[in-house]
C-alpha cells in the first residue's frame, strides 16, 4: 500500500496530505482513517509518526506559521525603503496564501476558532506577525501606536487573502500587494503620534 520512504521524507509527505484533508473536512469531521488512506498509508503508520489527530494538527499549525513567517522575514529584510518593506511584506503574504491556500484554511479557518489550544497556535501566529510589521512601521509614535497599526494592516491583508484563498475576486497577489501598500503606506505617512 504505502511506498517506502525515509522516516522524514513519510513525516513530511504525512504533513503535506494531512493540511490539504484538515483544510477540506475541518478538524472534527476528518479522522485518521482520512488522513491515512488520502497518503497511502496504513493508520499505523501514520500514528508511528504522529500520536494522535490532535498532536498532527498541532504540528501542521507549527508548520504552516513558520513557513508563512519565514517568507515574510525573507521578504521584506533586502527591502531598501519603508514603502518597499510594506509592498514586500503584502507581496509575500499573498504569494502564500496563492500558493498555500489549504494552509492559509488551516492556520485562520473555522476549525481554529473554535478550539481554544488552536485559537492559541493562531492568534500567536497573528501576534508575531503583527510584531514583524511594527518593526517595520517607520514612524513617530509610541510602540503601542505602531503594535495597533500592525494590527489593522495584519487585518486588512487577512481579509484580503480569505477572498484570494476562496478564489473570489482579485487573484494577482503582486496587485493585490500594490493595492494594499499604496492605501496602508499613505494612510501610515498621515499617522501623528
Do not use: C
Request: proline content about 3%.
Amino acid at each position: 500500500m504505502s511506498t517506502r520512504l525515509s522516516a522524514e521524507k513519510r513525516r513530511t509527505q504525512l504533513l503535506t496530505v494531512g493540511v490539504e484533508v484538515f483544510a477540506e473536512r475541518g478538524f472534527h469531521a476528518t479522522s485518521m482513517d482520512d488522513i491515512a488512506t488520502a497518503a497511502g498509508v496504513t493508520k499505523p503508520v501514520l500514528y508511528k509518526h504522529f500520536p494522535s489527530k490532535r498532536a498532527l494538527y498541532l504540528q501542521l499549525l507549527d508548520e504552516v506559521d513558520e513557513q508563512l513567517m519565514e517568507q515574510l522575514v525573507a521578504a521584506t529584510a533586502h527591502a531598501e525603503t519603508g514603502r518597499e518593506r510594506v509592498q514586500e511584506g503584502f507581496a509575500a503574504y499573498f504569494r502564500f496564501v496563492t500558493d498555500n491556500r489549504a494552509a492559509f484554511r488551516l492556520l485562520f479557518g473555522a476549525s481554529v476558532r473554535n478550539d481554544p489550544e488552536f485559537s492559541s497556535v493562531a492568534e500567536g501566529s497573528i501576534e508575531r506577525i503583527a510584531d514583524l510589521v511594527a518593526q517595520l512601521i517607520e514612524i513617530d509614535a509610541p510602540a503601542k501606536h505602531r503594535e495597533v497599526l500592525a494590527h489593522a494592516i495584519l487585518g486588512m491583508a487577512e481579509a484580503t487573502s480569505r477572498r484570494l484563498a476562496n478564489d473570489d475576486g482579485e487573484s494577482d497577489p503582486d496587485r493585490l500587494a500594490a493595492w494594499l501598500a499604496e492605501m496602508a503606506w499613505f494612510g501610515l505617512r498621515g499617522v501623528r503620534a
